[in-house]
C-alpha cells in the first residue's frame, strides 16, 4: 500500500508541476486596464464619476444581483453604451430574454468589448469589458440563440441605455 502511494505520488508531482506552467500564463489581473490613455483614471476619479454600486461592478468585477436591473425588461429600440465611459456596446435589436435575470445579447457592436478569462467561481469563465475604459461588463457563454450562439450576460449598472 505505501509502495502504491508513494509511486503514485512520484507520478503526480511531475504532472501537477507541468499542469501549473501551463495555467500560470492565465493568470489574470483582477481589472482591465484601459486601451486609451484618457480613460487610465485613478480609484478615486472613477469613484467621482459613478455610484458606488456601478463602481463595484465595472471597476471591481462585482456582480449585482439577478432580476435587479431595470433594464433587464427594457424592450425599446435603442443602444446600449458603456456606463463608464459612453462607448455603444450593444444594439437592442440583439437583445434577448435569457430568463437568468440579467440583460442577455446574443452580439456585440464589432470591437466594442475585449475578454480574458477569470477563476472566480473557480471554472473559468469568460470575462469581458469596454475595450476603451477597461470596465467590467459580465462574462460570455456559449449557450445563446443563433446566429452566434454567444449570450453576454451583462450587469445593468454598467450599462446606459440611450432609446432611439
Ligand atoms: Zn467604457
Not at 450562439?149 to 454598467?158: E, F, Q, S, T, W
Request: glycine letters at 8%; aromatic letters at 12%.
Amino acid at each position: 500500500m505505501n509502495q502504491f502511494l508513494s509511486r503514485r505520488t512520484f507520478i503526480l508531482i511531475p504532472i501537477m508541476s507541468f499542469l501549473k506552467t501551463i495555467f500560470k500564463p492565465m493568470q489574470v489581473l483582477a481589472f482591465s486596464l484601459a486601451s486609451k490613455e484618457e480613460w487610465n483614471l485613478s480609484k478615486s476619479e472613477w469613484k467621482t464619476r459613478l455610484s458606488p454600486e456601478s463602481y463595484y461592478i465595472l471597476r471591481e468585477e462585482g456582480t449585482e444581483r439577478a432580476f435587479s436591473s431595470p433594464l433587464n425588461n427594457e424592450k425599446r429600440k435603442g443602444v446600449f453604451h458603456c456606463a463608464g465611459c459612453g462607448l455603444p456596446l450593444f444594439l437592442s435589436d440583439k437583445k434577448f430574454d435569457s430568463g437568468t435575470g440579467w440583460p442577455s445579447f446574443w452580439d456585440s457592436i464589432q470591437g466594442s468589448v475585449e475578454t480574458k478569462v477569470d477563476f472566480k467561481l473557480i471554472v473559468p469563465r469568460t470575462e469581458y469589458h469596454c475595450s476603451r475604459c477597461g470596465g467590467h461588463q459580465g462574462h460570455v457563454f456559449n449557450d445563446g440563440p443563433l446566429p452566434t450562439g454567444k449570450r453576454y450576460c451583462n450587469n445593468g449598472l454598467a450599462l446606459k441605455f440611450v432609446p432611439d
